[in-house]
């Protein structure tokens, strides 16, 4: 199985910030990845697929880019409701993965 | 709208058996893999499996070859995970799942169920 690890597990902001998430890919999985939101007693929520597409009504601060084997989310300034656990997945085999989670939490 | 609304979840000693569902409406139901992700308590989300929408192609995690079968019924709009010889690390929260369409795979899960608790204890 392909492993994803992402960095940080748990990253402290304050409202406004810019906040970088990196997922790393044990080998390439080109731009099959996906992003990705979910909050305390919720469904996850996707927010990003093949890497950079915003889904839907996903708000523009939202972005995502890499390929290969390192990605990053970003958040351009960060809003309360975005305070949340974000996750990468790879789809690029048939057994998909996904990175253990970064904790958002209010700094 | 897409609605995904799964039961059958409990509380199964271990050795046991539990099967789930996921009634789905709002979509035409044959037309789309649906997977099972499941998500143990404080942890992260984990794959399970996943069913072409004619249900003539499964595909599962590795770990759980063998234990876990995939169905569905394309006339009930339902999928189902059967789960048997239970262990305590099955306990988990299952939700189904339903690929972004256009998305150009099975797995890129765009609209999710509320889950349902399996709880694997004695």
């Known amino acids: 199985d392909i492993q994803m690890t992402q960095s940080p597990s748990t990253l402290s902001a304050s409202v406004g910030d810019r906040v970088t998430i990196t997922c790393r890919a044990s080998?390439?999985?080109?731009?099959?990845l996906a992003w990705y939101q979910q909050k305390p007693g919720k469904a996850p929520k996707l927010l990003i697929y093949k890497a950079s597409t915003l889904e839907g009504a996903v708000p523009s601060r939202f972005s995502g880019s890499g390929s290969g084997t390192e990605f990053t989310l970003t958040i351009s300034s960060l809003q309360p409701d975005d305070f949340a656990t974000y996750y990468c997945?790879?789809?690029?085999?048939?057994?998909?993965?996904f990175g253990q989670g970064t904790k958002v939490e209010i700094k | 709208e897409v609605q995904l609304v799964e039961s059958g979840g409990g509380l199964i000693q271990p050795g046991g058996s539990l099967r789930l569902s996921c009634v789905a409406s709002g979509f035409t139901f044959t037309s789309y893999a649906m997977s099972w992700v499941r998500q143990a308590p404080g942890k992260g989300l984990e794959w399970v499996s996943t069913?072409?929408?004619?249900?003539?192609?499964?595909y599962y995690a590795d770990a759980l070859k063998g234990r876990f079968t995939i169905s569905r019924d394309n006339s009930k709009n339902t999928l189902y995970l059967q789960m048997n010889s239970l262990r305590a690390e099955d306990t988990a929260i299952y939700y189904c799942?339903?690929?972004?369409?256009?998305?150009?795979?099975?797995?890129?899960?765009?609209?999710w169920g509320q889950g349902t608790q399996a709880t694997v204890s004695s």
């Open positions: 997945q790879q789809y690029n085999s048939y057994s998909p993965t």
């Open positions: 080998q390439s999985i080109s731009s099959y």
């Open positions: 799942a339903l690929p972004l369409e256009n998305s150009g795979s099975y797995y890129v899960f765009d609209s």
């Open positions: 069913i072409s929408g004619g249900g003539g192609g499964s």
